[in-house]
């Protein structure tokens, strides 16, 4: 299991993130076509049609963007590789002139211009992978009517389909909430940081609010990131202590209000996920599938935890995965896998 995971990597993610975009469609469209404008309705195919056609323009658009501004910072990062480690050991200065120039020989051995040539050749690929989503959502509009009748017939049982049914339904609607949530908190907490480096005078204020935005969705750790990549651009643009921590401690105020105050009042209890259980599922899947595999932990653990919690057997388990071991109750008619077997 594994080796597949490794080997089909670009697969598994590809079809992984549009699996979620299709989710998350696909409840927009149940809501619009259930909708009466006077005597008129949105037909299903229609607004099934228009939805996928917003989807391959926002992928396309979103993955261009992304793009250039990688780009655009590896441009720039390129015209200072050759001052960032004299910046960087100046920041260990007071720590004596031998410590000063051991980091300084430290971090000159680093081949930091073939690095950022590898990172440019991995997000070429990023365009590949949103063809690739784009296909597979198709194909799951497509077969998105058939879904109900495939259950059935899959399980010979209407009862049992109905039940994985509600299954599939709530690990949507909690994924949904959470890809809404997040993608809000997301945009307000990079457009904060753009304002706060253009109002600090950044180069790369237009890139850093985007990489704020993208870290964001790595639950814990993206936010850390963002906010040491703020600093070190700052201090080698300016290689101003005084300013570096000003904007360090502007840039760590607003991760720590968003992420303590703002996320946890809108996200509420609707998770309920344990963050060693984060934590966990975040080392996991980013060594098996890399940085987006940590982009997709949360959602994978979600419906982990939903999966587990309706079946008796592995119910332990969404107990751990909970954050106050509670994970939402078994109904009456919950999968047993007694009777499965």
Known sequence: MLLLLVKAKFLLISLATAIMVFSFTSDAINFIATRRIGPLRVPNWLASIAALILITLTLLGVTSLVLSQVNTVLSTALTYVESTPAAIASMFSWAGPDVEMAVLNSVQTLDVSSYLKSLAGQAGSLMQGTVLVILFVTFLFGERIWFSTKLTNFFGDPETAEQVGDIVTSIIYKVNYYLLIKTAVSAATGFL??????????DLAVALGIMAYILNFIPNIGSIVATLLVTLVTYV?????????????????????????????????????????????????????????????????????????????????????????????????SLRTDEAA
Not at 193 to 202: E, K, W
Not at 321 to 331: A, D, K
Request: with cysteine; charged share 10%; proline share 8%.
């Open 193 to 202: 940081v753009y304002l706060m480096a253009r109002g600090f005078g950044l």
């Open 237 to 333: 643009q300016f290689t101003d202590p005084a300013l570096t921590v000003a904007v360090f401690l502007t840039v760590s105020g607003l991760q720590f209000f968003i992420g303590n105050v703002i996320d946890p009042i809108l996200m509420g209890r609707a998770l309920r996920l344990s963050t060693f259980g984060i934590l966990l599922f975040l080392a996991f899947w980013g060594a098996v599938w890399g940085i987006p595999g940590m982009f997709l932990s949360v959602p994978i653990m979600v419906g982990t935890l939903i999966v587990c919690s309706h079946i008796p057997s592995l119910r332990p388990i969404a107990v751990l995965l909970s954050r106050e071991g509670l994970p939402e109750p078994v109904p009456d008619r």
